[in-house]
Nanobody, 115 residues
Framework: QVQLVESGGGLVQPGGSLRLSCAAS????????MSWYRQAPGKERELVAA????????NYADSVKGRFTISRDNAKNTVFLQMNSLKPEDTAVYYC????????WGQGTQVTVSS
């Protein structure tokens, strides 16, 4: 069965950095795009970043452009989200999602940006 397991969340001060990881199993990881989403309390889930299967194409939400970087290591079946210059409004649960004919979601990891 497909599994997506996020890690790397935590509490960080404004201006700080975190690196999220999502370890995938149960499908041919290198064949599919991957995405990061986030959801804050009382708000809709939003797309943060996406990356193509080979890692050559990436796109970002306007709110994180220039601060976040999505990447992947297909040999390790892992997708990453490097988050720099974090702001309080980045506080949310972050989820990774697989592409392909059926979307699979991880359980999420909490990111809290606060002083």
């Amino acid at each position: 069965q497909v599994q997506l397991v996020e890690s790397g969340g935590g509490l960080v001060q404004p201006g700080g950095s975190l690196r999220l990881s999502c370890a995938a199993s149960g499908f041919i990881f290198s064949s599919y795009s991957m995405s990061w989403y986030r959801q804050a309390p009382g708000k809709e889930r939003e797309l943060v970043a996406a990356i193509t299967s080979g890692g050559g194409g990436r796109n970002y939400a306007d709110s994180v452009k220039g601060r976040f970087t999505i990447s992947r290591d297909n040999a390790k079946n892992t997708v990453f989200l490097q988050m720099n210059s974090l702001k309080p409004e980045d506080t949310a649960v972050y989820y990774c999602k697989s592409g392909g004919p059926r979307a699979y979601w991880g359980q999420g990891t909490q990111v809290t940006v606060s002083s």
